[in-house]
C-alpha cells in the first residue's frame, strides 16, 4: 500500500473513496486477472461500495514518474528491513541478477516511449523494466527496478540501480548477468562500482580466438582477456568450461566450450546457476501482475511496481513461515492470492 501514496487521490470531507479503495482494486487486478481503471468512460457509483473504473483511472494517471520511482524505492527499501530484523542477511553479502523485463504492447500510439524488440507474441512494441533481484534461496526478493526508455542506456540503469544499493548500505557479495550485458560500457561500470560480477562472454572474435586456443591447449582455463569497442577497451578475466548440453552442434571449440567474464579469478562457475532465480521470479510476478489498459506510462509504471511489491509481500510471508531454509513450498503463490482473495477481496458495503 506505501507505494500507492503517489497517486492522485482527493482529500477533504467530500473524499468518499481514499488509499485502502485503490489498494482494493490493484489487488483485484493483480489477483483475478481484472483490469485497474479499465475503461475511459464514467460510470456511476456501484452499489457494493466499490469505486468506478474512472476513478481509479483518474487515481493513477498523470503521476509524475520521479514520484512513482521514489514511492517504489522506499517500499523496497522497508521491505529488505523486514529481512534486516528477521536476520535473514547472508554475512557474506547478497548474490544478485540484474535482467530486463518485457511487457507486450498491442495499442502502440505514436509518441510512447516503447521498446522495440524480436516479434514475440504477436507485437514488436513492449514496454521495459530493468530489475535487480536477490538470488540467495532465502530471500529472493527485488531489491531495484527501474523503467527503461527505448534510447536509455542499459549499464547506465544497472550502475544506478546497484549504486542505490549500495548507498543503502547492502553489501554485494557477487553480480550475475545474461551474456546480453556483456559489453565495454557495463564491465567499466562494475569495475568503477567495485562489484565482484560473472557473466557468460558473446562469442565475439576476440572470444571465440581464446577458446580456440584453450582448445588447442595453448591457454589456460583461467587467463585474462579484453574486451573492446570503437571507444576503448577493458580487461577482465575469462573462465573457461565446458558446455553442459549433452551433444555439441559440431565440433567447434565455441560449441564445446563457454568462457565466463569476471573480476574476480577464483569465482566458482556454479554459482552462476543461481542467476535463473530471476527467471523463476518473473515467471511469478507475471502471475500477480497488476493490468490496466491505461496507456499512459505512469500509471503501467505504477501497475508494475505495485506488482513487483507485492511479489516482494509473497516472498516475506514465505520467510515468515520458515525455519530460515529453502523449504518454504507451505505458502505457495496459489496459497498466498487465496488468502489475500478471502480476507481482503471481499465484496465492501456500501459507504454512509
Known amino acids: 500500500m506505501w507505494i500507492l501514496r503517489c497517486a492522485n487521490l482527493a482529500h477533504g470531507h467530500n473524499a468518499i473513496f481514499g488509499i485502502e479503495d485503490l489498494n482494493w482494486g490493484m489487488l483485484r487486478g493483480a489477483l483475478m486477472d481484472a483490469s485497474v481503471g479499465g475503461c475511459a468512460k464514467a460510470r456511476r457509483q456501484r452499489g457494493d461500495g466499490t469505486p468506478s473504473d474512472r476513478w481509479f483511472a483518474s487515481a493513477i494517471k498523470g503521476i509524475p514518474l520521479r514520484l512513482i520511482q521514489a514511492a517504489f524505492e522506499e517500499r523496497l527499501a522497508r521491505q529488505y528491513d523486514i529481512f534486516r530484523k528477521l536476520k535473514r542477511i547472508p554475512k557474506e553479502g547478497l548474490t544478485v541478477a540484474a535482467d530486463t523485463h518485457l511487457i507486450s504492447r498491442y495499442d502502440r500510439k505514436p509518441g510512447e516511449e516503447l521498446t522495440r524488440s524480436r516479434y514475440k507474441d504477436g507485437t514488436k512494441y513492449f514496454e521495459r ?56 560500457d557495463m564491465m567499466n561500470m562494475l569495475q568503477e562500482l567495485g562489484v565482484k560480477f560473472l557473466m557468460p562472454c558473446r562469442n565475439t572474435d576476440n572470444v571465440v580466438a581464446a577458446l580456440d586456443e584453450f582448445a588447442r591447449r595453448k591457454r589456460g582455463r583461467i587467463s585474462e ?128
Not at 521470479?281 to 501482475?289: F, L, N, T
Not at 515468515?320 to 498466498?336: H, N
Open 129 to 184: 523494466y530493468m530489475s535487480v533481484h536477490c538470488v540467495n534461496p532465502a530471500m529472493r526478493i527485488v531489491l531495484a527496478g527501474i523503467y527503461l526508455k527505448m534510447a536509455d542506456s542499459v549499464p547506465e540503469a544497472v550502475g544506478y540501480a546497484l549504486k542505490t544499493l549500495l548507498d543503502r548500505g547492502i553489501r554485494i557479495n557477487l553480480v550475475l548477468l545474461d551474456r546480453e550485458f556483456f559489453s565495454v
Open 225 to 352: 582477456n579484453v574486451i573492446e569497442n570503437g571507444m576503448g577497451s577493458v580487461p577482465y578475466s575469462m573462465i573457461i568450461t565446458e558446455r553442459k548440453a549433452k551433444k555439441a552442434k559440431s565440433d567447434e571449440p565455441k560449441e564445446k566450450y563457454i568462457g565466463f567474464a569476471t573480476n574476480q579469478p577464483t569465482a566458482k562457475i556454479a554459482r552462476y546457476a543461481k542467476r535463473w532465480g530471476i527467471e523463476t521470479a518473473y515467471a511469478k510476478i507475471e502471475e500477480c501482475r497488476a493490468k490496466t489498459r491505461i496507456t499512459c506510462v505512469g500509471a503501467r509504471m505504477l501497475c508494475f511496481y505495485y506488482s513487483l511489491t507485492l511479489f516482494n509481500e509473497w516472498i516475506i510471508a514465505r520467510a515468515e513461515v520458515s525455519d530460515g531454509t529453502e523449504r518454504q513450498s507451505i505458502m505457495t503463490m496459489l496459497a498466498f492470492k487465496t488468502q489475500i482473495s478471502y480476507f481482503i477481496l471481499q465484496p465492501k458495503p456500501p459507504p454512509d
